[in-house]
C-alpha cells in the first residue's frame, strides 16, 4: 500500500523550507519517522504555510484544534491513504502526529525491532509526548520561532510574521536575538528540562536507559529525535554543546533513530 503524507500540504505535512533535508518541525517529523519505521512506501507534498488550511479543508482533513477566534485549527502532519478507503468510499485521511501513529501502528505489520505502542503503552506514550510538547518544546519558542523564520521561502515568511509575532510579543528579529541573555536563558532552561528527562530514562538501568521503553525505539522516541533534528541543523554551534548533554544520551538516541529519519 502507499501511504501519502502531507507536509506542509497533503502527505506527513512539512511546511515549505529552503534547507534540502527538509526537517524543521517536530509533528512532521515524528510521523515520517514512524512511516519509516513501519516500512511504509509514501510521497512527500510539499506546501507553504498559507495553503496548509484551504488544502487540508479540501481534502477532508479534521482540524487539530481552535484558532483563538474559535474557527477550526488545521495544521500538519497529516496522511492521505487512496488505496485504503474510509467507510465513506474516499481516501483514508489522519491527521495530527499521535493519531497517525497509532493508525499505523494498527494497520501496518509490526518489524522485528518492535512496535510503536507495545500493547499497554499508548496511554503512557501519550503522557510522555504531551509532557515533551509541554516541558521541552514550548521551552524553545522564543528562539526557535525566529530561527526557524530565516529558512523559510518567501511564500511563507508574511504569513508566519502574521501568525507568529502576537504569540511572541514582538518582532522576530527582536524576541530572542542569537547570543542575548534571553537566548542564553533559553539554552539553560532547556538544558534543565532534558536532564529531568534524563533522570527519568535512567529508571531504566544501564542497559535500557537511552530509549524511552528501554528495549527498543517506540513512537515517544521518535518524538525525541524528531526535535533534535532541527537543532543538529539550523544552530549547529548549541548543538555541540546539547550533545554533550547527560553523558551524551540525547547524540546516542539520535544515532540509534538514525535509519528511520530519511525524507521521501
Not at 163 to 172: A, C, Q
Request: proline content about 9%; overall charge neutral.
Amino acid at each position: 500500500m502507499e501511504s501519502q503524507h502531507v507536509e506542509g500540504e497533503i502527505s506527513p505535512n512539512e511546511r515549505a523550507v529552503r534547507v534540502n533535508w527538509g526537517q524543521c518541525n517536530l509533528r512532521l517529523n515524528s510521523t515520517r519517522y514512524a512511516l519509516n519505521y513501519k516500512g511504509v512506501p509514501y510521497n512527500t507534498v510539499w506546501l507553504e504555510y498559507p495553503k496548509i488550511e484551504p488544502t487540508m479543508r479540501g481534502i477532508g482533513a479534521a482540524p487539530t484544534g481552535k484558532k483563538p477566534d474559535g474557527s477550526p485549527l488545521y495544521t500538519l502532519p497529516v496522511i492521505v491513504e487512496p488505496s485504503c478507503p474510509a467507510p465513506s468510499g474516499g481516501p483514508t485521511v489522519v491527521s495530527e502526529s499521535f493519531l497517525i501513529a497509532e493508525y499505523l501502528n494498527e494497520t501496518y505489520p509490526t518489524p522485528s525491532t518492535g512496535a510503536l505502542f507495545p500493547p499497554g503503552t499508548k496511554a503512557l506514550q501519550q503522557l510522555f509526548s504531551d509532557h515533551f510538547f509541554k516541558n521541552v518544546v514550548m521551552v524553545t519558542l522564543p528562539m526557535g520561532v525566529p530561527e526557524m523564520f530565516k529558512h523559510l521561502n518567501e511564500g511563507s515568511r508574511p504569513y508566519w510574521r502574521l501568525t507568529r509575532e502576537p504569540i511572541l510579543g514582538g518582532k522576530l528579529e527582536e524576541v530572542c536575538p542569537k547570543g542575548s541573555e534571553k537566548w542564553n536563558g533559553v539554552w539553560d532552561e532547556l538544558e534543565k528540562a532534558f536532564g529531568v528527562l534524563a533522570a527519568l530514562l535512567d529508571k531504566n538501568g544501564k542497559e535500557g536507559n537511552t530509549l524511552v521503553m528501554g528495549t527498543h525505539p517506540t513512537f515517544s522516541d521518535f518524538v525525541i529525535a524528531a526535535f533534535l533534528e532541527p537543532h543538529f541543523h539550523l544552530c549547529p554551534e548549541e548543538w555541540q554543546r546539547m550533545r554533550t548533554w547527560n553523558g551524551g544520551k540525547w547524540e546516542r538516541l539520535r544515532d540509534q533513530c538514525a535509519k528511520w529519519r530519511s525524507v521521501n
